[in-house]
Nanobody, 116 residues
Framework: QVQYAESGGGLVQPGGSLSLACVAS???????MGWYRQAPGKARELVAR???????DYLDALKGRFTIDRSNAGRSVTLEMGNLKPEDTAVYYC???????????WGQGTLVAVVE
């Protein structure tokens, strides 16, 4: 089953920035990739996704603050986050739209905490 290794989370003050990275254990060529987040007590939500051709879509509230990118050669997806707000506090996960046994795989995530 595919494995994801997310990194880059941390503690940051409001208005700060963080860069998240995710490396998959197998090729992501032809796979739509996304970043999701889950805040305490809330359901996991899609933050951003990037198509096979590189077209990106974002949660409306995040447009202009977050940027997703991918490197098929590096089997990686990144999420640049700017002007962070306390409501961005969550565990962030990357996930690919794989099929079959890889479809339900999730990594450990990386914690982003935005606090004064």
């Amino acid at each position: 089953q595919v494995q994801y290794a997310e990194s880059g989370g941390g503690l940051v003050q409001p208005g700060g920035s963080l860069s998240l990275a995710c490396v998959a254990s197998r090729s992501i060529v032809g796979v739509v990739m996304g970043w999701y987040r889950q805040a305490p007590g809330k359901a996991r939500e899609l933050v951003a996704r990037i198509s096979r051709s590189g077209q990106a879509d974002y949660l409306d509230a995040l447009k202009g603050r977050f940027t997703i990118d991918r490197s098929n050669a590096g089997r990686s997806v990144t999420l640049e986050m700017g002007n962070l707000k306390p409501e961005d506090t969550a565990v962030y996960y990357c996930h690919g739209d794989f099929v079959g046994s890889d479809a339900g795989a999730w990594g450990q995530g990386t914690l982003v905490a935005v606090v004064e």
